[in-house]
């Protein structure tokens, strides 16, 4: 029997249905492009369902023919699976795959984040069904597992015309309800993942050799000479946030557990939009005003706005750098800053 008389369109069917939705899955969960019960929806059966049938695709390329609601330890010996008992497993082996792939990615050092999780589901889906089909392909002409397409049409037919078939139909349904109802839980964790505690991370960055880094501050400067610094800020709030950032430079006198603030000066005061989820920079050139050592260059970041008069307390965050500065004219500088 030659090769075109034993190919089965069928065969491929579930390999392309199962390929292509977990393409469009993971771009939707990579991308964020849905939120909510949507994401929810496209997440349930590319976390519970397709990962299993992934791998007895690869595991049992075969069916017996009957498909039906019993399963016995034979019949997994024998000739193969049908449909019915296909699907049944492949969330049983769904639930059991993920916290192998899980410990898999920690175990090669790789993050466990969303994006690794859902490229690694895609990346088994993916080969696993091409693997099945390799595999079903080498098999004898009907022993293949395909999809029952003609049933599903009879079977949709009489449940619309008969009686019975719309028990059984209003039956499949419900069981179809609670499966999905259990991969929804279980993609609940990937597609609305806890955001954990609400945050903003503010930080002050230099130029490094390719990019900004915390570190390698200009802390020695002339009365009037600009320090080169960026200021960045992580918005975690679940929401676009104004902030307000304010640079000042203090003489401070430290006693003990407390800090006076002998003498003040305001460098700068600016607004950074921020949307949720996002960091933005602003370049920043504070050039102090007051000469002496040991004093308090601080930037301190405001959600909306910020008093006439901002203090540490004050400021939602709040970033500093003790720098040296002489006058002028050279010179130590005094307490008061003037020139010598």
Known sequence: MGADDRFDHRITLDVVLTTGYALVAALVLVTDV????????????????????????????????????????????????????????????SLGLLPILALSLSALGFPLTSDTVVLTLFAVVAGGSFLGLIRRLRLPHGDAYAPPVDRWEAEGRAAVTEPDHRVDAALNVALALAVLLAMSGLAYGLAAPDRGESYTEAALLTEGEDSLVAGNYTTDVTRGESIPLTLSVENREDRPIDYTAVVVVERVREDGESVDVLEREELD????????????????????????????????????????TPTAADADERLFLWVDVEPAGGGAGSLTGGDP
């Open 269 to 308: 005061r600016f607004s950074l939009s921020v949307p949720d989820g996002e960091t933005r920079t602003r370049g920043l050139d504070p050039a102090p005003g007051i000469a002496g050592n040991d004093l308090r260059l601080s930037v301190l970041v405001f959600q909306g706005d910020a008093p006439d």
């Open 34 to 93: 849905a939120t909510g019960a949507l994401r929810l929806a496209v997440a349930a059966p590319f976390v519970g369902f397709l990962p299993g049938y992934a791998l007895l695709s690869v595991l049992v390329p075969a069916t017996d023919g009957v498909d039906g609601p019993s399963l016995t330890a034979g019949r997994l010996r024998g000739s193969g699976l049908a449909w019915f008992e296909r699907c049944s497993l492949s969330v049983g082996a």
